[in-house]
């Protein structure tokens, strides 16, 4: 069972993280859970993504449903998956493998790179065509010879490696059509689910406030005082 976000950090994340970037919600949400003094920008996806399944596995549980189209005779389907199918297999308390330098050979270049981080994915523009070469281009530590860009070839094998050095930066769902038996592999943004989830919890926190407020005159403060369960009472006494 990971932490549970409280209800004051809930509509702190949905203020502070409203009109930002994905990459930068996914920091925002990963901030609440990460050890102290660890700058979540700085780790490689996978742990990133552990961060926020385990951050939602204790705020919402381990459930997560899913809709999806089958990409074959388009049915929509309705999965749940756990967040531990979700985890990239021993991902889990391995302090880091994935965080050595690696180096790579092709091409004529020896190349010292890194897996991807946030910070990397905050800092480029997703609409811009040079996106994944900028994207790539952060992975590069050190190369030999140095100098010039890196070639588009060299680039293309660090993405190839990517995967294999950090299992787990793109959480993917195995699914199979009930209908046509068509497999395929679905991604999901951890981050992005999360993010949804914490959005419809803080508005209605916040319509909670509004009911209360208006209904016994309380200040937004005394009614995220009153505990859930008593909110309930008072909700349900308002209502009927
Ligand atoms: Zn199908």
């Not at 920091?27 to 996806?45: C, R």
């Not at 204790?58 to 809709?67: D, M, N, R, T």
């Not at 005159?217 to 995220?224: C, I, K, N, R, Y």
């Amino acid at each position: 069972m990971g932490p549970e976000l409280t209800e004051t950090q809930v509509l702190h994340l949905w203020e502070t993280g409203a009109g930002h970037a994905p990459p930068a919600r996914a920091l925002l949400l990963a901030e609440t859970v990460a050890p102290p003094g660890e700058d979540v920008g700085d780790l490689p996806l996978s742990e990133l993504n552990a961060l926020l399944l385990d951050l939602r596995e204790g705020s919402f549980g381990a459930a997560l449903p899913c809709a999806a189209d089958c990409p074959n005779c388009d049915e929509p389907l309705e999965v749940t998956v756990t967040a531990d199918e979700l985890r990239a297999p021993g991902r889990r308390n391995i302090p880091g493998p994935s965080r050595a330098p690696l180096t790579l050979r092709a091409e004529g270049y020896e190349v010292v790179y890194r897996p991807l981080t946030g910070r990397d994915l905050l800092a480029i523009d997703p609409a811009s065509p040079e996106a994944r070469r900028v994207l790539l281009s952060r992975c590069v530590l050190a190369s030999e010879p140095g100098g010039d860009p890196l070639p588009e070839k060299v680039l293309e094998r660090i993405a190839q490696r990517l995967a294999d050095v950090d299992p787990g930066a793109d959480t993917v769902l195995s699914l199979a059509c009930p209908y046509c038996r068509h497999p395929w592999a679905a991604a999901l943004d951890v981050a992005a689910y999360l993010w949804a989830e914490v959005e419809g919890c803080a508005r209605r926190l916040l319509h909670e406030v509004h009911t209360l407020a208006r209904v016994y005159g309380w200040s937004e403060s005394e009614v995220l005082a009153v505990s859930p369960a008593r909110r309930r009472f008072y909700l349900e006494a308002t209502a009927g």
